[in-house]
Each structure stands twice: as C-alpha cells, then as structure tokens.
C-alpha cells in the first residue's frame, strides 16, 4: 500500500480513516476518508492491533513530521504487539529519533 500511495503521490493520512479500527487507538483524521468504511465491528476474536496498520500509522505519522509520536507506536510494535520482529521495529524507532 506505501508504494502504491508513493505512487499515486497521496498522502498516507488519505486513508487513515480506513486503518484506524486495526489499530486499536483513538486516532482523529482531518481529512475525511473516501475509502469505503467496514459496516460491520470487526469479529471479536480478531487480534488487536494489527502489526501493518500500526506500522502504517507510524508511517503517517511520519510524513507529518510527528517522528516522536511515531518512535512510540515503533516502540509499541517491538515491545508489545510484534515482538518477533523487535530488531527491526528498534531500528525504524531509532531511525525516527535522530
């Protein structure tokens, strides 16, 4: 999807709205989404957040120059939700943080 919207020349924050309910957080989006929304909740046993949509968030984050928000969601992936891949989720928080 990154390479997609780098692409297309969209911004992440486009589709934001779209990825917030697998993320687990309160995210507000200024920009109203276009995307089709999901009409029904996601099934309760679904495993939340999901790894991709927090990462996408970062990466939003990101290209709004929020890089201390962002090194918390990484630190969140590493710590918590995908820490199988810590390594690489220490990395792109360091990245944000220099």
Aim: hydrophobic share 35%.
């Amino acid at each position: 999807m990154n390479r997609l919207l780098k692409h297309l020349k969209k911004p992440y924050t486009s589709i934001l709205p779209a990825i917030t309910i697998y993320t687990d957080k309160n995210i507000s989006t200024n920009s109203p989404s276009t995307l089709p929304m999901p009409s029904d909740p996601l099934p309760r046993d679904t495993p939340l957040p999901i790894s991709y949509a927090l990462e996408f968030y970062a990466d939003s984050l990101l290209e709004q120059s929020k890089k201390e928000e962002a090194a918390e969601v990484f630190a969140q992936l590493g710590n918590e939700v995908d820490r199988i891949r810590a390594s690489y989720w220490d990395y792109r928080r360091k990245e944000c943080l220099q």
